[in-house]
């Protein structure tokens, strides 16, 4: 059996939980691979809407199991606010949800250095949403971290010992903080941790690919904050590429099969960091209020402009996409016009890919295609789409030399349309 891996082609925020949601039936498993709780997916269907930071996706079909794997950096504060909601609202977490024992954890001090950080760069801030992702990740890498496991082990030594660690380099900042209630909800979340099954992920996942179960691995963020592939130094800490699922989970690289990139029919961005195709006029305006760009979790203002083909085949080649996943179409229904960018303009040379630096230089070059005009949110089949509409997929598809499989037309998890039967 293969893995099939789903990830964001952009900046974040493509809609990846609503899609894995609506693949979930497909698969047996569903495992998340890198990224925080600065990650929100929102899922809509049956008048509710959810928002996941760190669980899984796959968490709402049923019987299925869900992973979170050691790529993934885990607050048992945030976790344990997340999980409650669930289960409130009907959802058996601690039977479905399995735990690497080699994910690390996000320490309160985390959260504190990661404000310090910040302050310290002043004008050049990153715009980290806070959560202390950053600062887990640079422990990981520097051998510091602290680990799901340790939670079985002399936790408290493990945990005094790294905290000592944080205090001084915060005294070094000279940072004022206050850990009283951020200890106190997260040693909370430490004993809600210790009822969920502790796993060593890479085993299982690889058992459960032994006895024939099909496997869907889930990113958070996307390919252009990936730490190595995306607008350094304005990044996540980890891989969000499809190479990320082999780190993350422990999973071979001959054991990937299909790879689902999803975008918007647009472009959007959260935080600072450059962004060639950003509309800064009243069309930007109208796609953030039709889209309603604003962050899940952190409710921040993303920034829109148009879509972004040099990116898109950049992502395409690093990830190595076999189906595209488009989302939002239907915040395009009203414009008259819409605009691609299929190449960059940097100090007066055209280019069509992505270059070592995107800076203020890049300038977008634009085609301009007809649009639809006509609501596609009630839509249920592809033979319904306007003429318009048909040909703008087919030009991303010769731009893209990928199919698109599935065009979504609203936030439901019902207003997905299946574009190609299988074969």
Known sequence: MKV??????????????????VLTPNYDVVARFQGGPNAGHTLEFEGQKYVLRSIPSGI???????????????????FKAEAESLEASGHNLKERLHISKKAHLILPTHRILDAAYEAAKGDAKVGTTGKGIGPTYTDKISRNGVRVGDILHNFDAIYSQAKARHEAILKSLNFEYDLTQLEKEWFEGIEYLKQFHFVDSEHEINNLLRDGKSVLCEGAQGTMLDIDFGSYPFVT???????????GLGVAPNRIGEVFGIFKAYCTRVGSGPFPTELFDETGETICQIGHEYGAVTGRKRRCGWIDLVALKYSVMINGVTKLIMMKSDVLDTFETIKACVAYKVNGEEIDYFPYDINENVEPVYVELPAWQVDMTKMQSEDEFPEEFNAYVSFLEEQLEVPIKIVSVGPDRDQTIIRYTEE
């Open 60 to 78: 709402f079909q049923g019987d299925k199991v869900n992973i979170i794997g050691n790529g993934v950096v885990l607050d048992p504060a945030l």
């Open 4 to 21: 099939d891996v789903l990830l964001g082609l952009q900046w974040g925020d493509e809609g990846k939980g609503k899609v894995v949601d």
């Open 237 to 247: 800490s980890s891989n969000t590429v499809c190479a990320g699922a082999c780190t």
